[in-house]
T-cell receptor
Framework: DAGVTQSPTHLIKTRGQQVTLRCSPK?????VSWYQQALGQGPQFIFQ???????QRGNFPDRFSGHQFPNYSSELNVNALLLGDSALYLC??????????????FGDGTRLSIL | AQKITQTQPGMFVQEKEAVTLDCTYD???????LFWYKQPSSGEMIFLIY??????QNATEGRYSLNFQKARKSANLVISASQLGDSAMYFC??????????????FGKGNQVVVIP
């Protein structure tokens, strides 16, 4: 039973570039959330996708956008990268929005470094 | 305002001893859930234990138990019989509005635990 998988593992970009991160949810899960974790901090919620639509969004600028595909996998896109975007990006999946007491399952993350 | 507060400095714990990690939270929503996650140096967030705001009993999961004091808005994690593999960052997180389908987790800053032999 495959868990949440994220790619790539590491990524180095320069300021102003654009990046796409990918996530495949755990088998049986249909909801994907993205989090940004800066060094020494807890994860911060970026947004959540369910039924191919963005359902909730945290306090992140429009440079952060996403997509969910019919197979429930998801992408996180960040445009016009800033030095402050350097962080670990975590994808989490869960089953349905009504089962809110169920834990989200996280992937290993993509570590993004901006030079 | 910070919704989850974890203020303990890094902790060193002797192997086989118990350790308690503090977590206080802030919400006006009567329906919420509290989660503890473990994050080893590899980065993956591993779910440990869950406590719902309406749960009558404290949650337990193997060596993990949650000391839930609703009136004080605290949800402390207790790890019994510490093992070397317990060395990690531990995060407390809250999900508010359970009845509204909210799935957003708010995390604290974490507690660093190092288990020494």
């Amino acid at each position: 039973d495959a868990g949440v998988t994220q790619s790539p593992t590491h990524l180095i970009k320069t300021r102003g570039q654009q990046v796409t991160l990918r996530c495949s949810p755990k088998s049986g899960h249909d909801t994907v959330s993205w989090y940004q974790q800066a060094l020494g901090q807890g994860p911060q919620f970026i947004f959540q996708y369910y039924e191919e639509e963005e359902r909730q969004r945290g306090n992140f600028p429009d440079r952060f956008s996403g997509h969910q595909f019919p197979n429930y996998s998801s992408e996180l896109n960040v445009n016009a990268l800033l030095l402050g975007d350097s962080a670990l990006y975590l994808c989490a999946s869960s089953q349905g929005r009504e089962y809110s007491n169920q834990p989200q399952h996280f992937g290993d993350g993509t570590r993004l470094s901006i030079l | 305002a910070q919704k989850i507060t974890q203020t303990q400095p890094g902790m060193f714990v002797q192997e086989k001893e118990a350790v308690t990690l503090d977590c206080t939270y802030d919400t006006s929503d009567p329906s919420y859930g509290l989660f503890w996650y473990k994050q080893p140096s590899s980065g993956e967030m591993i779910f440990l234990i869950y406590q719902g705001s309406y749960d009558q009993q404290n949650a337990t999961e193997g060596r993990y138990s949650l000391n839930f004091q609703k009136a004080r808005k605290s949800a402390n994690l207790v790890i019994s019989a510490s093992q070397l593999g317990d060395s990690a960052m531990y995060f407390c997180a809250m999900r508010e509005g359970l009845m509204k389908g909210n799935n957003r987790l708010a995390f604290g800053k974490g507690n660093q635990v190092v288990v020494i032999p």
